[in-house]
């Protein structure tokens, strides 16, 4: 039987969605993970961003960066080259936030080095903007991380990347339950990157939400799709005044 404190929840890009955050953080109960891993885009897009931000904030053991809407929301970063739809949304959202909660995402680095992992929004070249897609660029990133597994989001793709000992680099895109181990290094874990997809706006054509659990002792990964109340999400952003497409979206996972 796991012990505590070696299972994790890992979640990103939340995007504002209430309804699928807490489903995600009701799996991972019931789971009774030791910590959390959150790899950024706690808003934008969706409806609620204040009470996403406080259910994040309570959690224990949470280690946590933040996106490239987070910092837009901020105005740490320029929105202006976001779409329009998103563009709209981080603008509604810097207008709804708290001061509280805008301190907390204001309090958030891009990348976080642990002791047991690695966290970057896109990539730990790049924290913010770089998405992490291709074996090439997982490559380019092995120099910039030095505590793997590398946790990433950014893409709303579920997704592995890894290198063994032979210099052989694989991607692999989990299906749900599929268990995918990181590769071995000398000490531990080797250059291995984990994508736990979008808990609130997924794009793999699966509407469901996506997180991940890793699991700290074996080193290794499996994703998740949680089923969440699409229509009540969808009838919040139109009450929100957000853009149509961003309501739409949500029921194509796209
Ligand atoms: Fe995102």
Redesign the pocket.
């Known amino acids: 039987m796991l012990s505590k404190g070696v299972l994790y929840g890992v979640f ?2 939340i ?1 504002s969605n209430l309804e699928a955050l807490s489903v995600v953080l009701d799996f991972f109960a019931d789971l009774e993970v030791g910590g959390y891993i959150c790899c ?2 706690l808003v ?2 969706g409806p609620d961003p204040d009470a996403c931000l406080a259910r994040i904030r309570a959690l224990p053991n949470l280690s946590i960066v933040c ?3 987070d910092l837009a929301v901020v105005g740490r970063m320029d929105a202006d080259w976001f779409n329009p739809y998103a563009r709209a949304a981080a603008l509604w959202t810097r207008r709804q936030l708290s001061a509280e909660g805008r301190a907390y995402l204001e309090s958030l680095t891009a990348r976080l080095e642990t002791p047991r992992f690695t966290l970057a ?1 896109g990539t730990p070249r790049r924290p913010p903007e770089e998405y992490l897609l291709t074996t090439r660029q997982f490559l380019d990133n092995i120099d910039y991380v030095r505590v793997w597994p590398l946790f990433v ?4 793709m579920p997704v592995c990347f890894r290198r063994s000992p032979s210099g052989a680099v694989e991607q692999l895109f989990p299906e749900a339950g599929q268990e995918i181990a990181a590769a071995r290094g000398p000490d531990g874990p080797g250059p291995t990157a984990f994508n736990p997809g ?1 808990v609130g ?1 997924a794009r793999d054509h699966d509407p469901r939400a996506c997180c991940g659990v890793y699991d700290s002792s074996r080193g290794t990964f499996r994703v998740a799709r949680l089923e969440y109340d699409v229509p009540g999400v969808q009838a919040k952003i139109r009450r929100a005044g957000l853009p149509e497409y961003l309501a739409l979206r949500l029921a194509y996972g796209q």
């Open positions: 990103s890009d995007h950024g885009d934008g897009y996106g490239n809407h929004h989001g950014h893409s709303h979008s706006q």
